[in-house]
């Protein structure tokens, strides 16, 4: 998940005008739970109580505020928005996949490097997101390819 869009809310999905409160009782309406009752949402789910019951986890806790919250009016265009913006979502997280294993490939020869330079004390490996910020200590040519 990029960590950039998991703090979205309801107006980014136009849930805003439907009435449909997920980013209130949901942290992340991104994760597995918000991602599910979005999906069910689209394919027409409506009943807020089995939109509720998607929850997983530690939301489970949250079902009589979830049931709530899914009150809406969420209407066909709706539907298309949140299809739209869940495809762009995938498609970003796809980018970053390859981006980031490209980087991995392209940095590979400097491995020992690169950890030494992004080693965070508390954890044995260096953190992923630390990496692009890293500023290794040699030059970097580039191979063209």
Do not use: Y
Request: contains cysteine; glycine residues 6%; aromatic residues 4%.
């Amino acid at each position: 998940m990029l960590p950039e869009v998991t703090g979205l809310g309801a107006q980014c999905f136009g849930h805003e005008d439907a009435g449909i409160k997920l980013a209130t009782v949901a942290r992340d309406i991104l994760g597995t739970s918000g991602r599910a009752m979005l999906e069910a949402l689209v394919q027409g789910t409506r009943d807020p109580a089995v939109l509720a019951e998607l929850a997983r986890g530690r939301m489970r806790a949250k079902l009589p505020a979830l049931r709530q919250a899914l009150v809406g009016h969420f209407r066909p265009h709706h539907a298309f928005l949140t299809t739209q913006i869940l495809a762009h979502l995938d498609h970003l997280e796809m980018a970053v996949a390859t981006l980031s294993a490209r980087i991995e490939a392209v940095l590979a020869p400097f491995a020992d490097a690169v950890h030494s330079v992004c080693l965070d004390r508390r954890r044995s490996q260096p953190p992923r997101h630390r990496l692009s910020r890293a500023r290794p200590p040699f030059d970097v040519q580039r191979t063209g390819s």
